[in-house]
Every structure is written in C-alpha cells, then in structure tokens.
C-alpha cells in the first residue's frame, strides 16, 4: 500500500496557479528526489503534505489519513511527517537539546528524561553530540541542519520531507548534510527531498521527479533520468545543471 | 447514531468551523460587554438626571476664553471651535518649528566640532529626561516671573515680555491676505512646473537650462506682480464658491442624507465588485476563500448599517449641521456658511497690500490702570500659549533630532563615497543621493512625532491655555455632560490624526515609488 | 616625548574644533552661548531673591506627602529594599572590570579642571528685576574674594590627584559605586544648612547653631548605604550561582508589590475573615494543586484530564464576573496556569517535587500579596490616600507597566492574528487609545467612568487612573511587541506548525520569548515613558510629585512666607526626574549590549 497518495493536487496564490494537477504514489520506505527550475511548484507541493500550505483541489492521504479541514486530522498528520526546512528554522531562543526536545515533551507528552535520552541519540546519530548546550547561532550551519533533521526525526514520523536542505549552505558543509540524509535513507525512512543535489539523487533516490511550472514532466529511475530523459524539458534542465 | 455523531465532531474539528465559532463568540462577548456597560450607564444617567444629549452644544455657556476666534462663545459648539482652532494653531506651527530645529539640531549631533556636537547632545539628555509637562509649567512660571506689564510705559515696541505674556513686531494680515495666501500656492506650484520644464529641457536636448534661476525668477516676479494687486485675480474662486452658497441654500437637508448613502452604497459596491472582479479570469473563476466571503459581507454590512444610520435621527442632525441650521448649534458651520466664508474671504474688491509690517504695541485698558499687548498690530502671545508652544516645540525638535540623526547616519558612507566618485559637488550629493534616502528612512518615525505633538498640546490645560481639552472641560463642569464632550475629543483628535498621518503616508508612498 | 604629546594634543584640537572657517565660526559662537548660558543659569540660581529653602524645607512632602512621621520606618525599610537589591543586582551582573588608580585620578582631574574653569567663568554679579516694579537691580553673587579660597582647595585636590596617580594599584570598577555613593552620606553628616523656625511675630529666623542637612534621615541613609555595600558584597560572592540570579530578577519584579500592599500599606487584617474564608480557600487550592501533580499519571485521571481543563477554563472566566472575592479569582487563574504545564513536567519524580514547589511558593506568594493588597490600610492621613509625592509617581509608573504589559501582549497577539474579527477589533482598539491624548483618558477616569460603573461600585481615583493607563500604556506597549513579533522569521511559525504544536504552544513557546527578547530595550523605554507620563495625574488633581511642587509655595506663604514663584520648585522636580530617567535609560542601554554579546 502507498504511504502517501496525491490526486489531481492543485493551488493557488492569488491569480498564480503554482500546481496544475499533481498526482503520485510513495511507497513505504521510498525515497524520491524532485528537482526542477525555481518557482515551479516543488516546494509547494511537499508544504501541501503537511499542511503548511493549504490545496484546493484535489486529494492528498498520508498513511490513510485524508488531508482535509478536520483538526484532528491535520494534527495526525503532521505528527506522521518530519520537515526540514531550506533555512533551518531552528528556535534561536533555546539550546539544542531543547530544540529537539520541544516537541516530544509538548506535543506527544513524553516525559522530559525520556525525550533528552532520546535526544542524545539522535545528536549522536547525526554526529554533533557535543554541541547539545549550545544555542543554534553558535553552530555553523551545517550543524544546524543537522540538529534541524534531529529535532523532525524526535517525533519519530513515519516521512521525513526536506526541502531544499542544503541550498542555504557552504559547499563544504553540503557533504555532512548529505551523508546524514544517506545514513536515513539507508535505514529505511520514506523520504521526499527537493535538492539540486544530483549526486545525491544518483547514489540514493529510487525514483526522480521533475517539477515544471506546476506540473510533474518526468518521473523515472535515477539511471533512466538522468542518462536517458525522456522529456526535452529535462535534458535542458539536466545540461543547465550539470 | 454513531455515524451522525462523527459527523457532526468533525464538524466541529473543521479548522474553518473552528475559526470562525472562535470569531463568533468573541464578538459575541464582546459585543454583550459593551451592551452592558451601555446598560449601566443609561441608568446611572437617569438617575442622576443628566440625559445624555447634545443640547449644550447649542445653549450659551456663559463664559469667556482667554483667547481665540470667539472669546465670548454663544454656544457650546462656538466653544469647542475655538478650542479646536487654538489647538491647530499651535500643531501647525509648532511642526514647522519642530522640524526646523530639529533638523539643525539632528546636523548639528552628527558634527565633526567637538562642542557643537556635545551641546546638541547635552540639550538632547536634559529635555528629554523630563517630563513635558514640567517643562512647560516651567516655560510659564519663568514669564510670570517677569515684571508686570504695568510698570512699562505705553507705545510700540519692537519685542517685548512681561508676566502678561510676550509680543514681537509681526507682519499683520489685511483684507486681501486670504486671496494673497491662494494666490501664493498658485504661484508656487506654477513656478515649481518651470523648474520641472526646465529639467526636461536639460535632460532632453542636453543645454545647460538654469532651471533653478528660471523658476525663481518666476516667482519673483508673480510675487511681485500679486503683491501690488495681482492676488485680485483669485477673486474667481470666491465668486463662483457664492453661487455655490446660494445654490446650496435651497437644497433640503433630505439631499445631503440621500447624498451620502449614494456615496456609501456606490463605495461598498465598488469594494465588492473589485473582490469579485479579482477572481473572476481565468482558472481561479469563483474560488473565494471564506476571509474574502468575510470581507464581503462586511463591507455590505456597514454600508447598510451607515445608510440605514443616515435616516436615522443621527443622520437627520448630520445633514442639519452640514445645511449649517442655525437653530441647532447658533454655529455657522455647514455647507453654505462653508461657501459663503469662501466667498467672502476672496472678493474681488478688495484692493491694498495683502501685509503690513508693524510693531507691537503696550495700550492702555480703556480707562483702567490696567494694560494689555495689542491684538490688532504687531503678535502677541499670552502665557499659555507660549508656553505650550516652546515645550512641545523643543520636546519634539528633540526627538526629531534624533531621527533626523538616525535618518542620515543609515545611508551609508559608500552611498556618499559612490557620489563623490561619480563627480558630484557636496550641495549635489546631499540634494541627490544622500537626502532623498535619508528622508525615506525619517518620514514614518517623523509622522509619529507630529502625532505626539498634536497631543502634546492638550497639556496647555495646566497653564491656562485654551485648547480643546481644556475649552472641553470647562464646557461639561458648566453642563454636566461629559460623555459627549469627551466622543467630541476623540473624534477631534482621530480626524487629526487620520489627516496628519494621511498627508505623511502619502509623501511616503510618493517616496517610495521614486525609489523604485 | 613631550613635545610630541602636545603636537598630537594641538593637531587633535585643530580637527575637532578649527578644522575649516565654518567650524572655526561655529565653535566660537557656540562657546559664547554656553558661557552666557552657564553665567546666567548661575547667576539666577544663586541671586537672593530665590528660595531654594522651600524646596529643601519641604522634602517629606516631596517625597511621601502626610504620610505619618510614627510609620517613617515602614519607609526606610522600603527604599533600603530598593538599595539592597541594587546592591545584589550589581554584585551579581556587573562585569569584573578594572580600574586603575592613575585612571581613576585622570578623570577625576578632568572633573575638578572643569569647575576650576567654571569658577573663573562664573558672574560677580546677578541681575534682579523686580515683578511688582519692573526695577532692574544688579545684585552681588559670588565676589572674588568668595573664590579664592575654592579655587585654592580646588587646585590642592588637582596636586593631589597628580601625586596619587603615581601609585601603581588597581581594583574593580564596580566597587567605585559604594565609594561614589559614600559622597553624599558623609555630606548628610557635615553639611549644615538653616532650617527655619518662626520667632513669636511670625518672622522667620534660622537657629543658631545650624542644624546638619536633613538631621532626621542622616541614621537611616547611612544604615542604607552600609546595607548596600553588605548586599554587593554578598552579590559578587553568589557572582557564579543562576538560581541566586534567578531569584533575585523573580524579587525584582515582587518587591514594589510587597512594598505597596504589606510595608507602606500597613494593612489591617481582619482574623474572623482569615479564617472564615481565606485560609480555607487557600488551603483548598493548595490541594487540588498538590494532588493534580501528584495523581496526573494515573489512568483515569489521565482520561477525564482535557474534560477537567476545560471545566477549569469555563469556571474561571465564569469566576471573573462574579461576585467571588478575588483570592479565588487568583487562584483559579494561576491554577489554570499550572494545569496546563503539569502534564508535560510532571513526568518525573524530580519533576513532580520541583513543580510542587513551585507550586507551593506561588501560591503562597499571590494569597500574602493579595490579602495585604484587599485589605484596609491602619494608616491615618488626612486625604484620601496613603501615596503622595514620590510614593505616588513610583506607584502608578511601576503598576502602570505591571498592569499594561499583560494587555500589550494580548493585544499585539490579537493584531498580529490570523483571524479577521480579533485582528479588527484589536487594531481598532489600539488606534482609538492610541490617537487621544493621555490627558483625556485621565479626564475619563476622573470623570466620564463613574457613569458606567454599575450601582454600589466605586473605585478610588488612583484605581481608576491605573485601569485606564492600563490600556493607554497597553496600546502603546502592543505596538512594541508587534514590532517584536513581526521580527520573528516565518520560518519559526512553520517549523512549530511542521512539529506539530498548537496555536497556544506555538504562541506561549516560540513566539512571545523571542518577540519580548527583541523589545527589552523598547520596553525599558516605556516604562520611562510610564514614568514621565504620571506627571500628567497633577492635571486632575491627584497629589502626585509635581502636584506637591506646585503647592508647597501657596499653603505655606502665610507664616513662613515663601514669596515667589514656582521655579526653583519646578527646576529642583525637573532635577528629579532627570535623575531618574537618565540612570534607567543609561541602565539599559548597557542591558542591552550585554543582551546583544549574550545571545548570538
């Protein structure tokens, strides 16, 4: 059964129409890579899986739940799907460990030595235990995404979702990032990544997609994508690129 | 059963439902709070006798004002009036000269002179750490601490203070000085499209066009051509605003009624129609969200509520205010007076200089020992309003200071560095590049110290000078009614406001759009 | 090696003062200006027609108005609680910063050069215009001869410094502020001044011998000074201990409550209603709180939790408008508070004990605050009111901000929501406030709100003053925060929505602790603001300070005779509040940098 399943998803911005019609299923344990030009709907469309943009046509069920005004599903939902974001977002005024510890203690009422230990695993498996008193501005940013993909994965969600994760980084930090997003992928965690990245895309993606202009033009095995596209739009983007 | 109760809990799980039932009853309370203490207030009027009304704007108070348009008010409205006048006599001057010192002392902080700079800073730290009301209360106990006006001899004098207050030498306005003032606007937008020609000019065909001497010699000369009578021509206004006056005269005060519910309906339905409109191509065809829906329905909402307030007895005594009915308030307020005023400051008939310099006078009250400054010749001031004036001019001159400061300190230095480079002369650069940024950063904080000093001056009610507030509380400790007085204050001061804040957002958009 | 110094020094004055003709003109006519103006600043004050002893002979009515002269010690404890904690608050947060001697010596030669210079500049002569006849009269003030021996004692103390400025010694600066503070103490015992007395017609005579400067407060204030060095030395002894700092920033923000409902109120309270009704609900309260704590991992209680939260938030609001005396308001406010933190804390044994306590403390805090704050005061005054003078303008700025702050913040949430009526509704009622003067919400106070008071309610007028500064302040305290809040990245809001949190989660944890960081500094400011602003009150005739400078002169001219006018009052009250505002604002200004080096 697909973990996440989009029909004829679309929406808008005022008089911008940023999709025009996405469909696509996820398995459970997939990892999928969508790349394509800026403002062609990428983003949006991974915001519209947990709700922090709103669609207006068309479904979107997560793991069975439908997307839709009720509260409680909403809350289901984004308890299900781990987001990371293009500029960290993490809570300048706390520690790390609080950061990460926030959301298990408030919002699935863990009990707070039970969330820290777990915390700790978490800053061990990403590499950066060390820092867990320090506050976000004293980390360099590739830490901090890092800390950002420990505080999603303390929810434990079923999906991670990563949205240009390391657009907003130096090329040297990229790799850490990269090889933490392996290390999960490697594990078994649905993932949807938006990434310029193609290396990355090659060595883990099991499926590739290009966004363009709201509407999905390819959808393939990395190999096929990227040697042998089969649309003109994706070996434009492919040789602008790469 | 089962299904019909989930049904109606996802109902109420519905982000939407929740959104606008969480609205609702906050209104809700709200709106009961309001009604209550609404309540209690119409039964403790009743019981102490004093209905609510607005009467007292048409009785006679009874009392004088020390100064302004009606010292000896007819009615209640007269009053507030000339309260009112009083009030924007000083927030008009007082901005003028708040700005200008505020400007010099902003230069002056940022100066490479040591003492310059450490005095304006001094001045800044001492004014600004005290209260304004203490330093007005001080303005005023140091005039009246000066030697009566009595033990000086009676003549003109050039400048003058005493405990009566001050008088300077003025150039006095005459019959003619209303047209003069239009006709000087006139002149100056005239010469202002010379200098902006002349601009065009330059940058079209690439001469040297002096546009800066054309447009002065401009004005020069149809300054001295009003000056010596020209004004006269203004006079147009002031016939066609007669026949204005007396069209209006005939109108029932029913037009004015109808008059505004159109205007009310026509603007609620151009709102909606633009709403409607934005969604009306292409894919989005008929996709409202329910805030548009909101928005709507509240427009529609308050156009019917204002149209239905027009024909109520609030719009009834509306449109007998704008008809200028003399029987309710003995006020020549309204639409007709409104022109006829027009009509009679700009007559053409009137000949002379529009000003005549003189010199302050000490006259004699009538036979009395007592003395008084002429209100005729030359300025005086009383001790009210200039103390109310020099504090809140300095108090805010101050704070502008600081933002002028700020305001120049934010364009950068490579900003100054990129202009020098390019050629341009100091005059130049701060005309060009400097300024105009540096006066996009200051406007908005500037708008909000214009505000602050439009309040400010309802604190000349400690020191005796009649603005509004204390025009007001003189008004309801003679009537008993200070509900209404105390709406009028608040209408009064948001119109200011609305209007100051209005005319700075507008340089702020006009600003802005050179920007881009 | 000198030569070069002087070179430097010469070239430094040539650019900071003579650098072109302009500037060269500039400096010349503004040193004039401030030469003239320093002349006749001193001149006037020194001339002898003014009357600075009114001000000093009325310093008690300055300063507490009739407060009784039996309760004085209820005051000193007040204002040495004040010194005390800035004594701690200093040891605890001041930076260990070094100072050397020669330093030290260097700025205070600077300081005595300046008075030698001023001394010299300063007018023989002062001129008097009479008010009644308008006869202009030179009078003399401060004579040569006067001079000489200050400018030689001057001129002493710069050898002085020169000669101590060679010992090589440093220590730290923040021990200077004892030592400055010292300065005026001794004074208080050296400094002999007239204080007037009235002869059998009415005349007024200066004893002989005269009696030291105020001979009543010299014991008390060198008490206070002695506690103040005691409390920054234990400051910088607890230098390196956070929950010594928390609890000192916690009894910042309790103390002027304790001072104005137990120590200057001096309530009286009524043991049959202690027992009757407070003890019992206090107690109640402090079970129900204890055993939530204690009973919230158990099953059932789990189950029923959310169902009890919202019992609880429908009692309270119900609880706001009825007639329930306000110690069961409080209570349930703060219990409501705590019920919704206790499940994410309470997880823990040691959660459980530290929740407990705290607890426990607040609780206890709020009913002893509460029961002095209700009830009467056993303080006999002629008037109205206990406050007057400086305990007056210290109370309604301090509860100004205590009571705006909370609405400022629910009012800028509010505009700052995503919902169209709350948005409207709190916009509209931030710009109505906002666009009056604040004089005419006083008038409304003293006026206009009686009318809506429903029958049998009567606030007095320092109540009413504080409920409508309360939105006054708030109006414009929402508008700071907005600032605040609107600094707050989008980001911050979508990643609380991605880890799932609710609107109040997101509200209580993410935004408000980052907007309130970004505005300490807006915020010091308007409590300033608040400050300056009380002034106004004298206008609707509440005693404040300001009111009392403006009286003293016209009840009292009858036996002691202080012919006159206000100035040398108004200038002693601008003195004041210059003093005030100047330190506080210079305070946070160094606040706010250490803020800035602490956070990023």
């Known amino acids: 059964m697909s973990i996440i399943e989009a029909k004829d998803v679309k929406k808008w911005f005022g008089d911008f129409q940023a999709l025009k019609g996405i469909s696509m299923e996820i398995q459970e344990g997939e990892v999928l890579v969508v790349c394509g030009p800026s403002g062609s709907g990428k983003s949006t469309f991974i915001r519209c899986i947990n709700r922090l943009e709103q669609h207006q046509e068309g479904s979107i069920i997560v793991d069975g739940i439908e997307l839709t005004n009720d509260i409680k599903n909403i809350e ?62 004293q980390l360099s940013g590739g830490q901090q995404q890092r800390v950002a993909i420990a505080r999603a994965l303390a929810m434990e969600p079923k999906i991670m979702l990563f949205d240009e994760p390391t657009s907003a980084l130096d090329p040297e930090m990229i790799k850490e990032v990269l090889d933490v997003m392996k290390e999960l992928a490697k594990s078994g965690m649905t993932m949807i990544v938006v990434t310029h990245e193609m290396g990355f895309a090659k060595e883990v993606a099991d499926r590739v997609m290009l966004f363009d202009d709201g509407l999905m033009v390819e959808e393939n095995t990395p190999n096929e994508f990227f040697d042998n596209p089969k649309n003109d739009r994706t070996k434009l983007f492919l040789s602008q690129i790469l | ?42 039964g403790n009027l009743a019981n102490t006798n004093i209905a609510f009304s607005w009467g007292f704007l048409g009785e006679t108070p009874g009392v004088s004002i020390a100064e302004g348009l009606y010292t000896l008010p007819k009615s209640g409205l007269q009053m507030l009036q000339t309260g009112m006048l009083n009030m924007l006599r000083i927030t008009v001057t007082g901005i003028v000269a708040a700005t200008f010192f505020g400007t010099i002392l902003g230069i002056a902080r940022l100066s490479n002179n040591y003492i310059v700079e450490k005095t304006a800073t001094s001045l800044l730290e001492v004014v ?38 001050v008088a300077l030498s003025w150039p006095n306005r005459q019959d003619g000085a209303w047209m003069f003032m239009l006709y000087f606007l006139i002149t100056l937008y005239i010469s202002n499209r010379v200098y902006k020609q002349r601009v065009k000019l330059l940058e079209e065909q690439g001469r040297e066009t002096k546009p800066f001497l054309w447009s002065l010699l401009t004005l020069v000369i149809l300054f001295a051509i009003g000056w010596y009578g020209g004004y006269r021509i203004v006079g147009i206004i002031g016939f066609v605003s007669g026949f204005i006056s007396q069209g209006l005269e005939v109108l029932p005060g029913i037009f004015y009624q109808i008059l505004l519910s159109v205007l009310a309906g026509y603007l609620s339905f151009i709102s909606v129609r633009k709403q409607i409109n934005s969604k009306r191509s292409g894919e989005l065809q008929g996709k409202y969200s329910d805030d548009d829906y909101f928005k709507m329905i509240i427009t529609i909402v308050i156009a019917i509520v204002f149209i239905a307030l027009m024909f109520a007895p609030i719009g009834q005594g509306i449109s007998k205010f704008l008809v200028g009915d003399e029987l309710t308030f003995k006020s020549d307020w309204g639409l007709p007076q409104f022109f006829g005023g027009i009509s009679n400051a700009l007559d053409w008939s009137i000949t002379g200089v529009p000003y005549e310099l003189n010199m302050a006078e000490i006259e004699q009250v009538g036979t009395t020992k007592f003395k008084k400054y002429s209100t005729e010749v030359g300025k005086s001031l009383t001790v009210g309003y200039f103390a109310t004036w020099l504090g809140v001019v300095i108090y805010t001159a101050i704070f502008i200071s600081e933002i002028v400061r700020a305001g120049i300190m934010a364009v950068s230095k490579g900003q100054s560095e990129a202009g020098l480079s390019l050629g341009l002369r100091r005059s130049s650069l701060l005309r060009l590049i400097v300024l105009p940024q540096a006066v996009r950063i200051m406007l908005p904080p500037m708008g909000n110290q214009y505000l602050n000093l439009a309040k400010n001056t309802s604190l000349g009610i400690a020191v005796g000078f009649p603005e509004v507030v204390a025009v007001g509380q003189t008004l309801y400790n003679q009537e008993g009614q200070t509900l209404p007085v105390f709406l009028i204050w608040m209408i009064f001061f948001s119109t200011v406001s609305l209007t100051l804040s209005s005319i700075v957002n507008y340089y702020n958009r006009k600003l802005k759009i050179v920007e881009r | 090696m000198m030569n070069i110094d002087i070179k430097k020094q010469t070239r430094v004055i040539k650019e900071n003062l003579f650098s072109s003709p302009v500037s060269t003109l500039l ?149 200077l502020v004892s030592i ?41 204030w060198t008490l206070i000074w002695i506690s103040f060095v005691v409390a920054y030395l234990v400051g910088v002894y607890f230098k390196n201990k956070k929950q010594f700092k928390n609890a000192v920033s916690i009894s910042w923000v309790l103390l002027p409550l304790l001072i104005f409902s137990w120590i200057f ?231 609380a929505d991605a880890i799932g949190m609710n609107t109040v989660q997101k509200t209580s944890l993410i935004v408000l602790p980052q907007a309130l960081r970004a505005i300490v500094p807006t915020l010091v400011s308007s409590i300033i603001t608040s400050f300056k602003d009380s002034s106004l009150v004298t206008i609707i005739g509440l005693f404040d300070f300001l009111t009392i400078g403006r009286m003293v002169i016209g009840n009292q001219s009858i036996p002691i005779n202080f012919i006159g006018h206000d100035r040398e009052n108004l200038l002693f009250i601008a003195f004041v509040y210059w003093v005030f505002t100047f330190t506080l604002s210079r305070r946070s200004m160094k606040f706010e940098k250490r803020l800035g080096l602490g956070e990023r």
């Open chain 1, 76 to 137: 289901a939902i984004r308890s299900e799907v781990g987001m990371v974001f293009q500029s960290f977002n993490l809570f300048p005024h706390l520690t790390v460990l609080q950061n990460i510890t926030l959301a298990p203690t408030w919002v699935r009422k863990k009990s707070k030595s039970d969330s820290e230990q777990k915390a700790m695993e978490l800053l061990e498996r990403v590499g950066i235990p060390e820092q867990a008193n320090k506050f976000p501005g």
């Open chain 3, 265 to 495: 109120k001096k309530p009286l309270i009524d043991l049959n209603e202690l027992i009757r009704n407070d003890i019992p609900v206090f107690i109640g309260f402090l079970l129900i709180g204890v055993l939530t704590i204690y009973f919230i991992n158990n099953k059932i209680v789990e189950k029923f939790y959310s169902y009890y939260l919202g019992l609880l938030v429908v009692v309270t609001i119900a609880s706001l408008f009825l007639k329930v005396i306000l110690l069961v308001k409080a209570a349930l406010l703060l219990l409501l508070l705590f019920s919704v933190i206790i499940p994410a804390v309470s997880t823990s044994a040691k959660g459980k004990r530290s929740l407990t306590i705290v607890w426990v403390v607040s609780l206890t805090t709020t009913a002893f605050l509460l029961e002095g704050g209700t009830s009467t005061t056993q303080i006999v005054v002629p008037g109205s009111s206990i406050f007057g003078g400086f305990s007056l303008t210290w109370l309604l700025a301090i509860f100004g901000t205590y009571v705006s702050f909370p609405l400022g913040v629910l009012l800028a949430l509010g505009r700052n929501s995503s919902l169209p009526i709350i948005k409207g509704v709190c916009t509209g009622i931030i710009e109505l406030v906002r666009s009056v003067p604040y004089i005419t919400w006083l008038f409304f106070a003293s006026v206009t709100m009686a009318v809506f008071l429903p029958d049998g309610v009567e606030f007095n007028l320092i109540v009413r003053v504080l409920i409508v500064t309360a939105f006054f302040s708030g109006a414009y305290f929402a508008e700071n925060i907005r600032g605040g809040l609107q600094s707050i990245p989008k980001g911050q809001f979508e990643a």
């Open chain 2, 1 to 42: 059963m089962v299904k019909l109760l989930s049904k109606i809990g996802a109902f109420f799980r519905n982000v939407v439902v929740l959104k606008w039932a969480v609205q609702f009853i906050f209104l809700g309370g709200l709106i009961a709070i309001i009604f209550n203490y609404l309540n209690i207030a119409v």
């Open chain 3, 27 to 175: 400096t010349f006519i503004t040193s004039y200006i401030m030469i003239s103006f320093f002349r006749g600043m001193f001149g006037f004050a020194t001339a002898p027609d003014k009357d600075w002893l009114s001000v000093l002979n009325n310093m008690q009515l300055y300063m507490v108005q009739a407060y009784p002269e039996s309760d004085f010690i209820r005051i000193w404890i007040c204002v040495g609680l004040g010194f005390i904690f800035s004594g701690l608050s200093v040891g605890l947060w001041e930076t260990e910063e070094k100072t050397s001697l020669s330093k030290l010596c260097l700025t205070f030669s600077k300081i005595v050069s300046g008075i030698i210079f001023l001394t010299i500049i300063a007018p023989t002569t002062s001129v008097v215009v009479s008010t009644a006849t308008g006869i202009r009269e030179q009078v003399d003030v401060f004579s040569y001869a006067e001079r000489i021996p200050l400018l030689s004692i001057l001129l002493g103390l710069l050898v002085v410094f020169f000669l101590i400025s060679k010992i090589n010694l440093s220590f730290n600066k923040s021990l």
């Open chain 2, 128 to 165: 600004r750490n005290v209260p304004l009301l203490v330093q007005i209360l001080f303005f005023q106990a140091l005039i009246l601490s000066l030697p009566r006006l009595e033990v000086y001899d009676v003549g003109s004098v050039l400048f003058h203070a005493s405990s009566k207050g």
């Open chain 3, 180 to 220: 400055y503070l010292l300065v005026p103490i001794i004074l208080l015992w050296i400094m002999k001044i007239p204080t007037i007395q009235l002869d059998a017609d009415n005349q007024r005579v200066f004893p002989d011998p005269l009696m030291p400067i105020a001979n009543s407060t010299k014991i008390p």
